[in-house]
């Protein structure tokens, strides 16, 4: 059971950690912070924070945990106008995309207070964001990856693990080197090639007529292009260096590709097709098995 | 109202063909054709074809029109199949997701009696195959692209027309040098890039590790990649040129990202994704208010 939560940011995946919580009966008091006063007169209007914190002296005394849930590149000045008032037994988490720069800047920020703070990052979304678009279910059975510190305590990254638990989430741990190399490849990657197509099909002369006739394996290979082009300049940005790395595989890969399919090779391109169907679907079914998709009863 | 009507292969897109013009009152009867006399019973089983013939010569005498809904590369040898005992009444359309390589073989097989080949190509599918998969709503509110030939006559472009009609489809009509661009650019290149992101992520020493933590971003961006590699194979090769185009072209755009992720370039990474978000947008609130999804009413 925890005593006061803080969430800073009560969007879509703060206020789903505030409704979890609060749905398995494991939090005393939830403490909005943020920077849109709307939003926040919007969560406690829905119950996902009990106060709205006026100055982060307020939000801060008597802080067990405290939930990071804005976008990344915020992370330094939200922990810089925190740290003046961060009581010791206080532990701080966040929700970013992005580890390595978190964690450089809780560092520059934090200094030896680093210690009480555990990064995170939980694999879960959706489409919308904003407070009405928060779910107690959202993290339930998905992972949690928890890149911990050399400075943070045991007992610190156990209180962080524990909270997602309650949540429902299943608890991973990667360093944040591993964390960043890893979703540049299997998120990171996906988006920007997505980005591109889209971005490369409405440059042509000839755009209306093409998008006329996409249909619905366009639809789910671009819905990642939907996404906040501000987040993901900045998770980019952020990852840049892994990310170049996944990209230039990719772009050797798709060269080879270029090459079996000028010179005609049948064989060459069925194997590279074949390859990609049988882990596609050995991954689908592996994903299925474990993360089955939530019940009605997983609704706010 | 249309007589005898053969449909050679009574998978998903013969069959859903067939099912749709029995629901619309709009066929005295349907004669199956196919390689696999498992299939065919099957169809026959399931209400789909009335008749399973066992020869071409049975198929073809009186038919009204001919499907052709097999795998493109196998047109020719179809065709020519049936060549012998096509009628000069009999209007023959195909299914195929290629047109050039399909008229092209049309006429290789046919000469002059191509101007009976009214060539086609109905933007609808689903993930599964076999009759079992076919459905009489597959083809409500979605496009059917016919690419008629210069030979033929306006009443067999007419004929066919009217036939996917009855099934619900909306008609457009390019040449298949058009046809076969705009596919290459809205459906040919993203099964090439999702089956090369997949198939570059397996073959990495670390996959196990990259796929555990794929989510559904992933999912839906690699969709297409769980395709059948023989169909795709020869859907690329098919169309070989149109797409290395577009494939060249999309080479460019993401070394263009490349180079402005590498030097930092933060405004011109979001015009690229901004550009990309608004046209994905615009985008599918047009498609679904063109094509809204199908109702309960749809299925077979």
């Known amino acids: 059971m925890l005593g006061k939560v803080v969430i800073v940011g009560a969007g879509l995946i703060g206020g789903s950690f505030a409704l979890a919580l609060k749905e398995a009966g494991a939090v005393r008091e939830v403490v909005g912070m943020g920077r849109s006063p709307k939003a926040m007169a919007r969560a406690r209007e ?19 945990l405290v939930l990071l849930a804005a976008p990344v590149a915020q992370t330094g000045p939200i922990l810089a106008s925190l740290l003046p008032h961060l009581e010791p037994g ?51 059975g998905k992972k949690t990856v928890i890149t911990p510190l050399p400075e943070n305590s045991a007992g610190d990254v156990g209180l962080v693990a524990a909270a997602w638990r309650l949540c429902g989430a299943i608890i991973h741990t990667l360093t944040p080197e591993q964390h960043d190399a890893v979703f540049a490849a299997v ?52 990852n840049r260096d892994a990310l170049l790395t996944e990209l230039d595989a990719y772009l050797a890969q798709l060269t080879a590709l270029r090459a079996l399919l000028a010179a005609g090779d049948s064989a060459g391109l069925e194997a590279v097709f074949d390859n990609a169907q049988r882990a596609r679907r050995a991954w689908g079914d592996a994903i299925e098995a474990s993360e089955p998709p939530p019940g009605p009863e997983s609704g706010k």
Do not use: C
């Open 187 to 238: 998120s990171h990657l996906p988006h920007l090639l997505a980005f591109a197509l889209v971005d490369d099909i409405a440059r042509k002369p000839h755009a209306d007529l093409l998008f006329q006739y996409a249909a619905s394996g366009f639809r789910d290979f671009t819905r990642i292009a939907g996404s906040s082009p501000e987040m993901w300049r900045d998770i980019s940005l952020a």
């Open 90 to 140: 206080t532990v701080i988490t966040d929700a970013g995309s992005t580890k390595a720069d978190v964690v450089a800047a809780a560092r520059a920020v934090l200094g030896d207070r680093v210690k009480q703070f555990v990064p995170g990052h939980p694999i879960a979304g959706r489409e919308s964001n904003g407070p009405d678009a928060a779910l107690a279910g959202l993290y339930r």
């Open 46 to 64: 829905l119950g996902i924070v009990d106060v709205v914190a006026d100055s982060a002296q307020e939000a801060m005394a008597g802080a067990d």
